[in-house]
C-alpha cells in the first residue's frame, strides 16, 4: 500500500472520529437511548461503519484515478490503476448493498417492534 494510501485512510479514520465526537452523536448513543431505542442505535453504529467503508472506496477510486493519470504509458502502472478503480467501484457496490439490506432489517425491526 503506497504511503498515499495509508495517509488517506488514516486522516478519514480522524475525521470519521471527531464526527462521533459531536453533541449529536452522543445524543443518539447513550446507554438509556440504546436500550429505548435499539433498532435506531443498531442503525447510527451500522450507518458509521459504512459511511467509512464507503469514504474509503471512494478515496481508492480517487488514489486509482491518480495512478492512472500519472502511469506515463508504462503498462504494468496502467493495470495496476485499473484494478483498483475496478475494485474501489466493488468496494462502493458492496457499501450500497450492505446499507439497503440494514435498511430493509432495521425497519422491519421497527415494524415488529411497534406492533
Same mark, same amino acid.
Given at each position: 500500500m503506497s504511503k498515499l494510501a495509508k495517509v488517506g485512510i488514516i486522516v478519514s479514520l480522524i475525521i470519521v472520529f471527531l464526527l462521533l465526537l459531536t453533541p449529536q *452523536?452522543?445524543?443518539?448513543?447513550?446507554? #438509556? #437511548?440504546?436500550? &429505548?431505542n435499539?433498532?435506531?442505535?443498531?442503525?447510527?453504529?451500522? &450507518?458509521?461503519?459504512?459511511?467509512?467503508v464507503?469514504?474509503?472506496?471512494?478515496?481508492?477510486?480517487?488514489?486509482? *484515478?491518480?495512478?492512472?493519470?500519472?502511469?506515463?504509458? &508504462?503498462?504494468?502502472?496502467?493495470?495496476?490503476?485499473?484494478?483498483?478503480?475496478?475494485?474501489?467501484?466493488?468496494?462502493i457496490i458492496v457499501v450500497v448493498i450492505s446499507w439497503s439490506i440494514v435498511w430493509f432489517v432495521v425497519n422491519s425491526l421497527n415494524q415488529t417492534v411497534n406492533r
Open positions: *452523536g452522543f445524543a443518539q448513543v447513550t446507554i #438509556n #437511548n440504546m436500550a &429505548n435499539l433498532p435506531q442505535t443498531i442503525r447510527f453504529v451500522i &450507518n458509521m461503519i459504512l459511511y467509512l464507503g469514504f474509503i472506496a471512494v478515496l481508492f477510486l480517487i488514489i486509482g *484515478g491518480f495512478q492512472y493519470i500519472t502511469a506515463s504509458g &508504462n503498462p504494468d502502472q496502467i493495470e495496476g490503476a485499473k484494478k483498483t478503480i475496478m475494485y474501489a467501484v466493488i468496494g
